[in-house]
């Protein structure tokens, strides 16, 4: 079974464009989460998409956005970039079924701003 | 707010001794609690979680609603254990909040 798979695995941009990012989840999980592992703040929690929509964001300002396609994978967009945007982008999916929410990781793609 | 807290950045063991990963957690209601880790230059992945109660790779966590705590222990260490360990939880919201992570080193 294919895991999560995000693209591009690195990707450097000038500071003022916007980056966009993209992630499949694992077959059958219609639940898509991103986080920000930046160096020395840890995992954030940004955004969890389900069925299409969004259900909750974490504290990022509004130039961190994305959306969820029919067929469940899912872009995260980030505009103006800023040098501190420069971090790990992890994706991640789940399925909510009997047994509690076990979240899946995809291996993350570097963003860099330069 | 919803919190949890791993107060031991580094930690390092010598190989076969115990180790214990701490875990404090500050929710409302009754999260669901993860552990994660991620070996070198590998994706982030489920390591247990307390729903299932069960033990992988030797580690075992136990959930202490009391104390709040879901403190993640082995008896004997082994190398191949070094790694990055979170600590997670999942509320009502569903989307995981994670501890910042201890690195535990094991040394031969």
């Known amino acids: 079974e294919a895991g999560v798979t995000q693209s591009p695995t690195h990707l450097i941009k000038t500071r003022g464009q916007q980056a966009t990012l993209r992630c499949s989840p694992i077959?059958?999980?219609?639940?898509v989460y991103w986080y920000q592992q930046a160096l020395g703040l840890g995992l954030q929690f940004l955004l969890w998409?389900?069925?299409?929509?969004?259900?909750n964001r974490g504290n990022f300002p509004p130039r961190f956005s994305g959306r969820q396609f029919p067929n469940y994978s899912s872009e995260l967009n980030v505009n103006a970039l800023e040098l501190e945007d420069s971090a790990l982008y992890l994706c991640a999916s789940s399925f909510r079924g009997r047994g509690g929410n076990t979240i899946y990781f995809g291996e993350g793609s570097w963003l860099t701003v330069v | 707010a919803q919190r949890v807290t791993q107060p031991e950045k580094l930690l390092s063991v010598f190989k076969g001794a115990p180790v214990e990963l701490k875990c404090n957690y500050s929710y409302s209601g009754s999260p669901e609690l993860f552990w994660y880790v991620q070996y070198s230059r590998q994706r982030l992945q489920l390591l247990l979680r307390?729903?299932s109660r069960e033990s992988i790779k030797g580690f075992t966590a136990d959930l202490n609603k009391g104390e709040t705590s879901f403190h993640l222990k082995k008896p004997f260490a082994q190398e191949e254990d070094s790694a990055m360990y979170y600590c997670a939880a999942s509320g009502s919201a569903r989307q995981l909040t994670f501890g910042s992570g201890t690195q535990l080193t094991v040394l031969p």
């Open positions: 077959s059958g999980h219609t639940s």
């Open positions: 998409y389900d069925e299409g929509e969004e259900r």
């Open positions: 307390h729903i």
